[in-house]
Each structure stands twice: as C-alpha cells, then as structure tokens.
C-alpha cells in the first residue's frame, strides 16, 4: 500500500481525491488545504483527515503527496516534498516561469524521488491508441498532425489573468501529446490568436482562439487549433496522417445512436466540458504512478516531460506576442 497525502482541496483535488479513495494500492490518509475547513470537509468524505502540512512533510507514515493546488505554489511543494523524501505527483504545470520550473525539478532530481506531472490524456484509449500504432510503424514515417482543443465557454477573466496564457493553460496538454505520441520534437513554433469571446482577454495578455503550426525534427507539420467557446460542447481530437496510413482518434460523442427521421437523421453530441470528456484518465493516471513507485521505476510524464511541454509552451507564446516563428531549444 502506498501512503499518499493529497494536497489541495479544490475542484481538482475533489477529482483526485476520489482516485486516491477507490485505488486498492493507496491509503489515503490525509489532506491538506490553506482554508482548512474546505479540507476537512473534503477528508471527512472519503475517510481521511486534515493534517497541517509541515506534519505530513515530517511524517514517517506518508511516502507520497498528490498535488493539487494553485499552479503559483506547485514548484514550492515540489521542492518542499522532495526535500522531506516524498515522492510527488503533481497537476500540470510545474510552474509558469521555466526557470523556477526548472530549479524544482533539479531540487527532486538532487533528492532522488519519483515526480509525475499530471498529463493524465496520455491515460486516453484513443490516444494510447494512436502511440501504439506509431509505435509500431502502421502509420508510417509521420508527416502530418491535425489537433483540435475547443472549450465550451470561457473561463472566468480572472483566473485567465493568472493562468499563463492559452498556450501554457489549455494548449500544454497538446504539447505533451504531440511528443509522447510521435516520439519527435517540435523545433519550431509560430502561433496566431485573437480574443473573439470578450476584449477583456486582450486586456489581460490573452487569446481565447489560436492556431499553432509546429516544425517536428523530421520535418513534419503539427497544426493546433484552439479555442476556449464554442456554442456545441466540449470538442478534441487528434490526427496523424502517414506515408502508410492516417489514423484520427475523432470527436467522442456521448453516446453513439441516430434517429432517422423525414428528411433528417439526428445524432448524439458531444460531452458538456472537459472534464466530462477525461474524466476517465484520472485514475489510470494515479494508479501509472502508483505502479512506478511499487516498481521502483520512473513514472510515465516525468520531470522531462513536464519541462518539454513548457519550454514549447513558452516558445508558443513568445510567437504569440512577437508575431515571429520561434525556434525552440531544449538545451539547459
């Protein structure tokens, strides 16, 4: 059994909490939160207890911490964890500068424990599906990727001020995928966006519609287009096209029946946001890093891994701003 603390009692760490509650391999033992009746509340539902977190950093008991909170105080936990021997699974990003992202990551490397960045669509069917396929070579050597990220309504104006932006907030999900999936790199970025939704977006440094177009180190061509409302539900997919095959993991309706009737035929839609739409991916995510911590293995969506999807991110936005193809570097 794994001794795991969740840290964080907000929306996401209700999701976590309800992994961490039916794993088989994890005692969940305690939560921690700033407002302290929020995690009580939350501890009090699935059998755990609030604990300060200087106690659950100190505890012998506790072997992990699953962190759930404000992506301002991930890298400070990530360090603080790794400093008391904890292994760490973290919800994506690491932070929003690159450099203190990255002195966090060098702080668990120096410590020695397992960190997993919360990628949890790499835990998608469909997805994992495309991965094995071009694992396998069915596809062919790669030379085109279409991604969609389409949102059904626009996040409050300011949680976007402190988000980081589209490119680091919605599209670093993507990022990861394009990598983990392919197996390659992209080498360069250039990205357009527009605030189509409400002017406060601009006012606040934002896009709320974009289109990423990425060079991958073979020369193939990523296109990604996002947009934060749409007015049909929650909408991604993939496509990866080759010199063998294409393959798509396609729009995921909730439900797959049609109604003909005269002169139309009618189907199911799509989910109503994004967590109805990955919902599923949480658990098989948690139970990866349970797995690796049982193994004594590196966790899928590691340190690298996290740090990749940042430094694109940050290229992405930087071409954003600039209106400039950037070439993005993977060197320290």
């Given amino acids: 059994m794994q001794n795991i603390a969740l840290l964080g009692a907000g929306f996401i760490g209700h ?25 009580r ?24 911490v699953l962190i759930a909170t404000s992506t301002n105080t991930h890298a400070e ?47 998608d069917p469909a997805y994992a599906s495309l ?27 300011s949680y976007l001020a402190s988000s980081g932006g589209q490119m680091r907030d919605q599209n670093i999900y993507f990022f990861d995928l394009l990598c983990w999936i392919t197996g ?37 061509l990523c296109q990604i287009d996002a947009q934060r409302r749409i007015a049909y539900g929650y909408d991604e997919r993939i496509e990866i096209s080759g010199t063998k ?16 009737g005269q002169g139309s035929v009618t189907s199911e839609g799509l989910d109503a946001g994004w967590f109805e739409r990955i919902e599923h991916t949480f658990a098989p995510a948690l139970d990866e890093f349970v797995g690796a911590l049982e193994e004594g293995r590196e966790p899928s969506a590691g340190l690298a891994d996290g740090l990749r999807a940042q430094r694109i991110a940050d290229a992405a936005t930087e071409s954003l701003q600039t209106g400039l193809p950037v070439t993005i570097s993977y060197d320290a």
């Fill in 245 to 260: 095959e294409m393959m798509e993991a396609g729009r995921q309706q909730t439900g797959w029946t049609k109604r003909y």
């Fill in 77 to 123: 936990l990530i360090e603080a964890a790794a400093q008391a021997g904890k292994a760490v699974f973290c919800e994506k990003p690491i932070d929003l500068s690159y450099e203190v992202a990255e002195r966090a990551a060098t702080t668990a490397r120096e410590a020695g424990v397992p960190v997993m960045i919360d990628f949890c669509r790499r835990f």
């Fill in 184 to 220: 390659l790199e992209p080498v360069s970025v250039y990205a357009e966006g527009s605030a189509l939704v409400d002017p406060e977006v601009a006012e606040v440094g934002d896009v709320d519609t974009s289109i990423a177009i990425l060079r991958m180190s073979n020369g193939a």
């Fill in 15 to 39: 999701v976590h909490a309800k992994s961490l509650a039916t794993n088989p391999r994890v005692e969940f033992t305690y939560v921690y939160d700033t407002d302290e009746s929020r995690a």
């Fill in 41 to 64: 509340e939350l501890a009090a539902a699935y059998g755990a207890s609030f604990a300060p977190l200087e106690e659950i950093l100190a505890s012998d008991r506790v072997g992990a």
């Fill in 131 to 157: 991965k094995k396929a071009v694992e396998k070579g069915e596809i062919g050597d790669i030379e085109l990727i279409q991604m969609s990220t389409r949102g059904p309504s626009l996040p409050p104006i």
